[in-house]
């Protein structure tokens, strides 16, 4: 099994920047791929962004160009770079990683933006 742990959530105003943590730990190998959700209350969990084993990612529209997601493979965590945060995104932000058949989730982290 798979464990994910979030970090990096908090409250920031408008226009300000924040920097998401995931480390995986447990029965870690042949994870692919790793990425970020959220959800806000009242609506259903959203794709945020991505990042497949071989380098593939793909970003939420409504993110596109302000977020970036990256990782560190050797210390098995993914990064989410929220830069020019909007009220929109405020949400509790959810790590997922996928193993074969198996969808592993975070427990979330509060992102509240306020205006």
């Known amino acids: 099994q798979v464990q994910l742990v979030e970090s990096g959530g908090g409250l920031v105003q408008a226009g300000g920047s924040l920097r998401l943590s995931c480390a995986a730990s447990g029965s870690i190998s042949s994870i692919n791929p790793r990425g970020w959700y959220r959800q806000a209350p009242g609506k259903q969990r959203e794709l945020v962004a991505t990042?497949?084993?071989?380098?593939?990612?793909n970003y939420a529209a409504s993110v596109e160009g302000r977020f970036t997601i990256s990782r560190d493979s050797a210390k098995n965590t993914v990064y989410l770079q929220m830069n020019s945060l909007k009220p929109e995104d405020t949400a509790v932000y959810y790590c997922?990683?996928?193993?074969?058949?198996?969808?592993?989730w975070g427990q979330g982290t509060q992102v509240t933006v306020s205006s």
């Open positions: 997922y990683a996928r193993q074969f058949v198996k969808n592993y």
């Open positions: 990042i497949s084993s071989d380098g593939n990612i």
